[in-house]
């Protein structure tokens, strides 16, 4: 009772401020406005959509619906936004809007009918939660610090791999939510995603190939000075903005508008996400968002289509249409029918979705998923059963396309390569591979592609034709020759080894070019089976080196002699 009287009063307030004009605006009404929570939210409207393009930059817009313009702001952009006479309705903060019971039914003593993820945590629970994963599963779940918040509370994310400790030749796969602290539908189901992946890892084939195939992130909440704006007891007065009163998502570089779209230095939290993106190789991301329900993709900032746009509305036509399948009616239906183009929704500069897709070559959306903010925790369980098909089918994405593997002709060890694809890639859209693997995966609409791989000090190589098709993985290593190494390929080099044909009793004669002090030995029968391989210590001076294969059957095989430097076959004929 003691929040709705409190909603009812700000309302009334609300209603008497919208009447004022800028001047009404002094020092002292706007000390009351930002004294508690360092930000306000408000709606007006515009005659002219057009003018969206203005206000983005003044204050913080959350939603367009018609011409009503729902935005919130701090006290330097309200004071700037009052300039412009618009007439506008204040409205009750979202983070304020539910009582103790409402976002916690079963805390305290009565836990009876409390079930996996139907309330919020605090936040010590949360740290302990996303530790206890790590601690738990340590086989599969690690637990990666992702930098810390102004108040010095923790950004957390897991990851989940087969090979948790290590960086396989695999998608790296990214989930995010609540970057906006009082937007926290998504915080919590995202714990219940962790826990999901965990516990069915060793019951259910399909978690388990997704773990097995895809190095999976998920940080449950990334703004948590936001969230806990309160206290660290319960996400009640939650707010959008950091401790900085600074919106996270309009504070990242732009790649219309440079590195400091709002006027703002980079947050530490922002900084932490930058770096974070560094360290890590992230082909495919998700950022979640409330106030709405869509699924929006590149770009926000520019008008132009993204170069992978007919691959943007596949996967969140595909994500929206699971959705409708297991929601109720009108559940994730905004703009068409559940997805849009986020500047055909409403411009917005700064906004971390365009910085990954842009600056990482990480494909990433935002996704709206609930009209309510702040969500009353007992309808956890429903939006979870409405959408956690489409969380799998999202992460599944990310190994669809073609992907591989880039290493040099000579050694056969991985390089970085960029992945460019012709008549296609525009604005940073191309790929990479990555140390130490030397993969790549690039996720992209069903077609036939001339892919173009180049790398400095290499020849670039382009293969013609490659065919893609929706939901499959078509596999594309490509091995790059040095610039150093002439024109000539590896597999035209030839070794001499005598006698041959013989009983399996031969002898390798070194080439004359350069040799590693470590250098190797295989043999391949004609299947394409190693059957015999032996490590040569050179020493320099050696010209040959004794083979014994006697236990070889009679028949043709292959020996690959790797220098280091090159690679030589010949073949053998044993009798």
């Not at 992946?197 to 000075?225: Q, R, S």
């Not at 996720?443 to 670039?460: H, L, N, Q, R």
């Not at 005598?498 to 002090?517: A, C, T, V």
Request: charged share 20%; proline share 5%.
């Amino acid at each position: 009772m003691k929040q709705i009287l409190i909603a009812i009063l700000f309302y009334s307030l609300a209603s008497l401020f919208s009447m004022l004009h800028a001047q009404d605006y002094n020092q002292k009404t706007l000390d009351s406005l930002f004294n508690e929570r360092g930000e306000v939210y408000f709606k007006f409207s515009i005659p002219d959509l057009d003018d969206v393009h203005t206000l983005t930059r003044i204050i913080s817009i959350d939603n367009v619906i018609g011409h009503e313009v729902f935005a919130y702001a701090n006290r330097k952009e309200f004071s700037e936004f009052i300039q412009l006479k618009l007439v506008f309705t204040l409205l009750p903060h979202p983070g304020t809007l539910l009582s103790e019971s409402e976002l916690n039914p079963y805390s305290g003593t009565d836990q009876r009918n409390r079930t996996t993820w139907n309330f919020y945590p605090t936040y010590q629970q949360y740290i302990d939660y996303m530790t206890g994963f790590a601690a738990a599963y340590p086989e599969i779940c690690k637990v990666d610090t992702v930098g810390i918040s102004i108040l010095g509370r923790l950004i957390l994310a897991v990851k989940i791999s087969d090979h948790v400790q290590q960086e396989e030749a695999e998608p790296q796969f990214l989930y995010t939510s609540s970057m906006h602290g009082d937007e926290t539908t998504g915080y919590v189901l995202m714990l219940h995603l962790i826990d999901h992946l965990l516990l069915n890892y060793g019951t259910d084939t399909n978690i388990a190939n997704l773990v097995n195939t895809t190095e999976i992130f998920i940080n449950p909440l990334a703004n948590p000075d936001g969230t806990y704006h309160g206290g660290n007891s319960s996400v009640n007065g939650a707010v959008r903005f950091n401790a900085a009163n600074i919106d996270l998502n309009r504070n990242f570089p732009d790649p219309k508008d440079g590195p400091h779209p709002d006027g703002n230095a980079w947050q530490v939290e922002t900084l932490a996400w930058m770096a974070y993106a560094e360290e890590n190789h992230f082909s495919l991301s998700a950022n979640f968002h409330g106030g709405a329900e869509v699924f929006n993709y590149p770009w926000d900032t520019w008008v132009k289509l993204a170069a992978d746009d007919e691959w943007w509305q596949f996967v969140g036509r595909e994500w929206a249409d699971t959705v409708h399948q297991y929601g109720p009616s009108g559940y994730f239906t905004f703009m068409n029918n559940g997805i849009t183009n986020g500047n055909a929704w409403y411009e917005i500069t700064g906004g971390r979705q365009d910085y990954m897709n842009y600056w990482h070559q990480c494909r990433e959306v935002t996704v709206e998923i609930s009209n309510t903010k702040l969500l009353p925790a007992a309808q956890f369980p429903a939006f979870w059963n409405y959408n956690y098909r489409s969380f799998l089918n999202f992460i599944r994405q990310s190994s669809y396309g073609f992907s591989g593997i880039v290493t040099d002709t000579v050694t056969d060890e991985p390089i970085v390569a960029k992945v460019f694809i012709q008549y296609h890639d525009k604005d940073n859209s191309e790929v990479y591979s990555r140390m130490p693997t030397g993969f790549y995966t690039r996720p992209i609409y069903e077609g036939a592609y001339d892919v173009t791989f180049s790398s400095s000090g290499y020849f670039t190589k382009t293969i013609k034709n490659v065919s893609v098709t929706k939901r499959s993985t078509t596999n594309l290593d490509v091995q790059l020759r040095p610039l150093t190494y002439d024109a000539q390929d590896k597999v035209t080099q030839t070794v001499m080894v005598f006698p041959n044909p013989s009983d399996g009793r031969f002898k390798l004669q070194f080439p004359e070019s350069p040799i590693n002090p470590s250098c190797s030995v295989q043999v391949i029968n004609t299947l394409g089976a190693v059957v015999y391989s032996q490590e040569i210590d050179y020493t320099p001076g050696i010209t040959s080196v004794n083979l014994h294969m006697s236990n070889l059957k009679s028949g043709l095989y292959f020996l690959k002699f790797n220098s280091g430097y090159r690679i030589y076959m010949d073949k053998l004929i044993i009798k």
